[in-house]
């Protein structure tokens, strides 16, 4: 069939042939479909969707449109994805804990999207260290560490690099199959045993209700078990930022001090529940309450720590950066506390707002060629339900520039809201599916 048949049998909202979709993929990677066909193709799909059958097809076309990775080591290869968030280092934590219980975890990473923070961009944060690693490196750095967090080859789902981009400039981004097909076809080439997904739920989340999300989470977990993939997915809370730190460096140092012992709260809690779901399912851990008490056991007795220290060595990075992070990560010069208004309660956070503030300050990217500045962020963000007097700080903004600062502060002051009474608080999880 060719493309053109492929692009009519879809207008007529027919069932695609997935081997129509196989030489689709095949041809978004070697540039013989056209950005034309491309952006139909995206519309098409996004005006009458692929069906479950159609999507895993795509999704199984995409990853084996470039090269997919195997491995032959003595323990489960897993890995978590997340739909993004603020504050979200989970993958800082959680990568060196599940190599610490006897996994192993070549993680394929992201930068920021929109106004959420990228794992690759923080990573990069500590100086010498390199998410670019060509294949051997990568292997080598996984068995030295048990972990590596690097960025995707070009050969990595490259029908998903070139449909990303045409979706970017066609509206066309939001779809249900194309996002799991988007999703899946990276993180599936890596070749591995088991997945959890993060699928982030409120104002700092792309999906908002609770029916978006579950309708992700149901696309992303059907579809990865259908293509041989044992996933699960967490839906979880992202009315307020993770960690108390949103920025590259900040983050960093965030997820130093709960792999540390010295801090714990949603960024350990959550950690722990991905894990332990992903350790449960591939057998390390009998359930998943049992794979988070392992988790936690890694982080508490150190182990994940000296992980996370062997695999920022492995990756360029300096030999004492576990002992005294602070001392080589990069500061802002401008640091500036955002004053409560007035008494009372933190009792909701635009989530987008605060995401994009930390954009505008520097840490992520306005265009795809913007240098991220990895000093710059908020520290010591007060969580919901705090009680606050006037003048308190409700976060420290950390800018290059005062006139930056000053206008996050605006921002800052707008997206938080003090009310009279404690709210309800959300749970960390709101569900689980598959
Ligand atoms: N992240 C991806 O990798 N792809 C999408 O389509 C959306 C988010």
Redesign the pocket.
């Known amino acids: 069939m060719t493309t053109r048949a492929l692009l009519a049998a879809l207008r007529r909202r027919e069932p695609p042939d997935p081997r129509a979709l196989e030489a689709f993929a095949k041809g978004l990677a070697d540039r013989s479909v056209s950005d034309a066909q491309a952006g139909a193709f995206a519309m098409a799909v996004c005006m009458g969707g692929l069906g479950p059958e159609g999507r895993v097809a795509l999704t199984r076309a995409m990853r084996d449109s470039g090269r997919c990775l195997r491995w032959a080591l003595d323990g489960p290869v897993l890995d978590k994805h997340s ?2 968030g603020l504050g979200d280092c989970v993958s800082l934590v959680l990568a060196p804990a599940l190599a610490a219980c006897g996994a192993y975890v070549p993680m394929i990473s ?1 930068r920021g ?1 929109g106004h959420t923070g990228g794992t690759l961009d923080k990573l990069e944060a500590i100086p010498g260290v390199s998410v670019d690693l060509d294949e051997a490196r990568f292997r080598a750095v996984v068995d030295e560490a048990g972990c590596a967090i690097v960025g995707a080859s070009p050969d990595i789902a490259p029908a ?1 690099k070139r449909l ?1 981009a045409v ?1 970017d400039v066609t509206a066309t ?1 939001e ?1 249900l199959d ?6 899946l076809s ?1 993180k599936l080439a890596a070749g591995l045993d088991g997945l959890v997904l993060d699928v982030k739920l409120g104002s700092g989340a ?1 999906m908002k209700t609770e029916d978006d999300a579950r309708a992700l989470a149901g696309a992303l977990v059907e579809t990865a078990n259908a293509a041989g993939c044992p996933t699960q997915a967490l839906i979880t809370d992202m009315s307020q930022p993770l960690a108390p730190a949103m920025g590259n460096a900040l983050e960093v140092l965030a997820a130093v001090d709960v792999l540390g012992g010295r801090a714990g709260g949603a960024l350990l809690d959550l950690s722990c529940a991905l894990g332990g779901a992903v350790l449960a399912g591939a057998g390390l851990a009998d359930t998943p309450a049992l794979g988070a008490a392992k988790m936690r056991e890694a982080v508490e007795g150190g182990a994940a720590l000296e992980r996370f220290g062997r695999m920022v060595v492995a990756q360029g990075g300096p030999m004492g950066f576990v002992d005294a992070p602070a001392r080589y990560l990069p500061e802002a010069p401008v640091i500036r506390e955002v004053p409560a208004p007035r008494d009372g309660w933190i009792t909701a956070m635009a989530g987008e707002a605060l995401g994009l503030a930390t954009v505008a300050l520097g840490a992520g990217r306005a265009v795809e060629t913007d240098r991220v500045d990895p000093a710059v962020g908020l520290g010591d963000i007060l969580p919901l339900g705090h009680e606050v007097r006037r003048g308190q700080p409700l976060c420290r903004i950390h800018a290059a520039r005062e006139a930056q600062a000053e206008e996050a502060a605006a921002t800052i002051r707008a997206a938080i809201s003090i009310g009279d009474a404690a709210p309800d608080l959300p749970p960390l999880i709101h569900g689980r599916v598959g």
């Not at 194309?178 to 999703?183: E, F, M, P």
């Open positions: 739909t993004g992201g999207l998903d990303y979706r981004v779809s194309l996002i799991t097909a988007s999703i990276k792309f």
